[in-house]
């Protein structure tokens, strides 16, 4: 079974592509109607995740509607540390809440390495989804970055500064290590066992990583990441550390496919420090999306000729916002899809 | 009447130094419980900075209690706002509300142009606390840059992602010009008033740099911030652009005396990137004082060895948080106090 676009996938391992491939963070959500229809049907965001027919159903919407080069499976990143044994709660308008927390070592020691059994409704979700799609585009899988995961456990909400979270890596190392580590086996579990469900490309997401000084981040994000990519390289896999300027260079040498940027990331600097062996994934402000069609796409092929024909997935610094309108979002997809270098 | 300790504004003006200067943004604060004393006297936060008399008081406490080399003169960022006629709330662990907000053309008309009689309280704050320092340190006067302050009157609050004050950069830039021009003309007369009612220092703060893209924050930012350190420069001044790691070349070339770093910000890569004629300012981790007092010693020395002996003030990267133990923020800097090159 080959794919008939499979042009993300081509770019992601540095080979020619015809033109520059295209999908958006956040596609499958609430900028689409047919979105918010399927979700008002069930009982929330969660019931959606954990529902394979309805995620699936999602998934495949965005190819359908915004003509995206590949669908990206619909879940959470939260869905390991609920598989370790912290299970969280999605609240309207306030986000993530975890009931329990990590504070001591036996809490750590009573965390069980998940597996992708734990998983099942993910992996059931991707198999459904690669029905679905019927080889048209890539199906890409994803994680959170250990450190992102760790930052929830410990702070057990989203947070302005994640001080708690870091506070446990100045006062507690070892421990943050082993919790690190018990995370970072439960992801690869997680990750192998989506691409044997059919996963043809994976995204590490590291939301926090702009939290962590470049040493912190080091010794305790980095590690892990590399760790990942060594266990993990069956399908092209990306690296998108938001705010992690400080650490391109670094970047540049994981075991990885493709590295992503955010907007405030200059592209050419950024190729400069993560060299040539990486695809770059990116990088428009979300916020361009509320501008009028001329602006949208003039600076879409402005970004377009900054990357270059080679070696670029177009997407976003961050995934869409809620409020964006569809047929501007479309506009940019449409933009990138008919410039030719 | 000159100044006892005035090794901060040397080290500002690139002079020598016997030992590198050091003060805390929040040092006045919740970690004082002298602090906290006053404050439970008082209705709330905005109480207090609209009380010359108390606001006085807890400016001081720091250079008693903590020890550093400067006070900063205890009030908000939104005090231009509220002049300009958007009147905030500050809400007990919310933040900053604003009731009115700024979306037409007309409601940017309706604003005046600030000047200190608007803000009679911080200048008659700043005149008091002059009296009370009796010269012993310098008194640091402060204002929010022009694109943070324009973010909140468009948002009404903080934000994750202020995507409805870059929205309307894209979608209205003339307007935001407008505007952005207001505040910095009302930023300026502030700012002069200080330094008239006694403050010997200056900083502008970017609290929200890191949301813009490097184009926006050339054209919506950073030439605002440039007309001030034009306008002003009677005394030594700081710019601190949080999360910009991006326009460290441009900051390097702004009429002021210091540039803050926070601690994502590499020191030998941004003495590099901004040039040898700015003192740079910061950028330890607030988190780091949650560590033991030997691993907070050990990373502060490593911080001044990165810095240098010249054109350093030491700081955080950030302000303090309010559940720091007092006895580690004295450590802090009774390390760099004591530390000889």
Known sequence: MTLKNDLILRAARGEKVERTPVWLMRQAGRILPEYRKVRSKMGGFKELVETPE??????????????????????????????????????????????????????IAQLK????????????????????????????????????????????????????????????????????????????????????????MLQLFDSWAGALSPEQYN????????????????VPLTVFAKDAHFVRREMGKLNCNSIGLDWTMDIAESREMIGGSKTLQGNMDPCLLYA?????????????????????????????YPDLDKDKVICFVDTIKEFRF
Request: aromatic share 10%.
């Open 54 to 107: 309805f995620a699936c159903e999602v998934t495949i919407q965005p190819v359908d509607i915004l003509g995206v080069d590949a669908a990206i499976i619909f879940s959470d990143i939260l869905v390991i540390p609920e598989a370790m044994g912290l299970p969280y709660q999605m609240v309207e308008a306030k986000g993530p809440w975890f009931e329990k927390t990590i504070k001591t070592a036996e809490d």
């Open 113 to 200: 390495t998940a597996d992708p059994d734990d998983l099942h409704y993910v992996i059931d979700a991707i198999k459904l989804t690669k029905i679905g799609l019927n080889n048209r585009v890539p199906l890409i899988g994803f994680a959170g970055a250990p450190w992102t995961i760790f930052a929830y456990m410990i702070e057990g909400s989203g947070s302005k500064t994640f001080s708690q979270a870091k506070k446990f890596l100045y006062t507690q190392p070892m421990l943050a290590h082993q919790l690190l580590q018990k995370i970072t086996d439960s992801t690869i579990n997680y990750l192998k066992g989506q691409v044997a469900a059919g996963a043809d």
């Open 219 to 234: 010794e305790f994000s980095l590690k892990y990441i590399s760790q990942i990519c060594d266990a993990v390289n069956e």
């Open 292 to 320: 009028d069609y001329a602006v949208i796409k003039k600076e879409t092929i402005k970004m377009l000729k900054k990357f270059g024909p080679d070696r670029h997935i177009a997407n976003l610094g961050h995934g869409l």
